[in-house]
């Protein structure tokens, strides 16, 4: 008898497995018209269903979530009209994919709708859409059209994702379930042990500096009362780039911010930078950066390995840009409260390039270079608490900044 049972069983799940792959929601094509007062957007798709339509800021965004689809509409044209310089999309959760449409100003969605297959015509969805003022779209930015309940399908997924591939930690989601939970940051001074990173006069060292700034930096945030802090290094001892990136997704870090100071073969060169990851560094001297801080394992005795190159990409590019995009958000926000905190910056002082300490793929990270060891009166500035107090107070409000956005954003 029980042999019977398992073997219904398994009938019925080849069943359930083949029928979910014949009728897998297939995404057409996508398309914009220019109508009086509006743009239209109509996205062909394969079946009637559910759907889900939304904007988010900072970036400027508008969403659609649908049930798990194929992709079939390849590279989609986004005429100037469109106001739209970018289209991604993704698995989302178990279940919903997500499209996501990078907006060049903010606009508010003034009608969603579907229609079903006409004749020739594919089963539609229509958003009308026109631009808007920043005030008006944080008036209507929490209206969500249409009927998709991604909870229902979290738990139609959930006995199915049990034997799926290895899933992303539980904060993958956050934007949908947001928790109440404090943010937690995770704090990575550089450097360490045998590895002194750049050196100042007199034996300052910036693993020493960065260690100081680290600490006061925790200080400052655990006073306030609003986050959780752990650093990558409590000690002077030696962590590898990629244990440090390990620790901050084992404790489901909600931000990572690892500091630096720079050094550089100019001694007139002073001013603190923040860097984001980006494939193409931003330029020449941020590239050469990036592979100077690469380097700390090789330094700390340690050779590269193919894994390390590929820092657990095991979320995809979709996720991964999603994150960068946060990145850049929370650098512009923290470059505003330097300057507003009397930190003297490099110009341009957002830049980007491939460093692996910033390889997280869901975690928004950020890498500062603190000021130049190179410079004399910087870096004996570094080595003075008042300075780094000062230093802290403004990475602080950048990040109070950041978080207020966040949760404005976290409504859906
Ligand atoms: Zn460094």
């Known amino acids: ?39 239209r957007m109509v996205l062909d798709i394969s079946d009637v269903t559910d759907y889900r339509a939304f904007v988010l800021s900072s970036p400027y965004r508008m969403v659609i979530d649908l049930p798990t689809f194929h ?27 997500r499209i996501v449409f990078d907006l060049e100003q903010p606009i508010t969605i003034q009608s969603a709708f579907l229609l079903p297959k006409q004749g020739n015509k594919e089963n539609r969805i229509v958003i009308d859409y026109k631009i808007t003022t920043p005030q008006k779209f944080n008036a209507t ?67 020493n500096v960065v260690l100081a700034l680290a600490k006061q930096l925790r200080k400052r945030l655990l006073a306030s009362g609003k986050y959780r802090v752990l650093l990558t290094r409590e000690r002077d001892v030696f962590v590898r780039l990629k244990n440090r990136v390990k620790f901050a997704r084992k404790h489901g870090g909600d931000l990572f911010i690892s500091l630096h100071a720079d050094s550089i073969h100019k001694p007139s060169v002073h001013g603190t930078s923040v860097y984001t990851l980006s494939k193409k560094a931003s330029d020449a001297q941020t590239a050469k950066l990036a592979e100077k801080e690469n380097q700390a394992d090789l330094i700390g005795g340690v050779g590269l390995s193919v894994e390390d190159e590929q820092v657990a990409f095991i979320l995809g590019d979709f996720l991964m840009n999603d994150t960068m995009n946060q990145s850049k958000f929370f650098a512009n926000k923290l470059v505003s409260k330097l300057k507003a905190h009397k930190i003297y910056t490099l110009q341009n002082p957002h830049r980007y390039a491939g460093f692996a300490v910033l390889k997280a793929p869901d975690i928004p990270s950020i890498l500062i270079e603190a000021g130049f060891m190179s410079n004399k009166k910087e870096a004996t500035l570094l080595n003075q608490n008042a300075h780094r107090q000062k230093m802290a107070a403004a990475i602080h409000a950048g990040i109070d900044s950041y978080f207020n956005y966040v949760y404005q954003n976290e409504q859906h």
């Open 141 to 207: 930015k929490s209206i969500i059209h249409g009927t998709l309940k991604v909870e229902d399908y979290k738990n139609k997924t959930a006995a199915a994702e049990n034997t799926a591939v290895p899933r992303p930690p539980a904060n993958t989601a956050r934007p949908l379930y947001p928790s109440r939970e404090k943010p937690l940051i995770i704090i990575d001074p550089g450097h360490g042990g045998q590895d002194p990173g750049a050196l100042g006069h007199s034996r300052i060292y910036e693993k």
């Open 71 to 97: 992709w079939a509409a390849g590279r989609v044209q986004k005429p100037k009209l469109a106001m739209i310089s970018d289209i991604r999309q993704g698995k989302l959760v178990p279940g919903i994919s």
């Open 1 to 39: 008898m029980r042999a019977h049972h398992f073997l219904k069983a398994l009938l019925c799940l080849v069943f359930i497995m083949t029928s979910t792959a014949a009728h897998a929601l297939e995404v057409k094509q996508i398309r914009f018209g220019a109508h009086p007062g509006k743009v």
